[in-house]
């Protein structure tokens, strides 16, 4: 059975930092490319970041760049999204997902497998 997980959400003020964390099963983790995405009310799933499946290319969207890394540790079959200097607008729900290309597509139609979404906001 795939499992994504994503976990450390939560409320944090402008200018503060949050980890998530993205734990998977069922799937062999080393051979797919991972993606954050995000989405609000009435708003299609944008695209974060991604990373491939060795790691070595990452991609981020203009609004993170500089201020989110994607990172993942393929031991644990995890990934995280470290996220700084939040602001409002990064109020979300955060998905984690998964995509057996390996590339890191930054669009949400290739991933095959998808976590639940973990809640973040961001307080002015």
């Known amino acids: 059975q795939v499992q994504l997980v994503e976990s450390g959400g939560g409320l944090v003020q402008a200018g503060g930092s949050l980890r998530l964390s993205c734990a998977t099963s069922?799937?062999?983790?080393?051979?797919?490319?991972v993606g954050w995405f995000r989405q609000t009310p009435g708003k299609e799933r944008a695209f974060v970041a991604s990373?491939?499946?060795?790691?070595?290319?990452?991609s981020y969207s203009d609004s993170v760049k500089g201020r989110f890394t994607i990172a993942r540790d393929n031991a644990k079959s995890t990934a995280y999204l470290e996220m700084n200097s939040l602001k409002p607008e990064d109020t979300a729900v955060y998905y984690c997902?998964?995509?057996?290309?390996?590339?890191?597509?930054?669009?949400?139609?290739?991933?095959?497998?998808w976590g639940q979404g973990t809640q973040v906001t961001v307080s002015s």
């Open positions: 069922g799937f062999t983790f080393s051979r797919y490319a």
């Open positions: 997902a998964a995509d057996n290309r390996g590339f890191g597509s930054t669009s949400p139609g290739t991933y095959e497998y």
């Open positions: 990373t491939t499946w060795t790691g070595s290319r990452v």
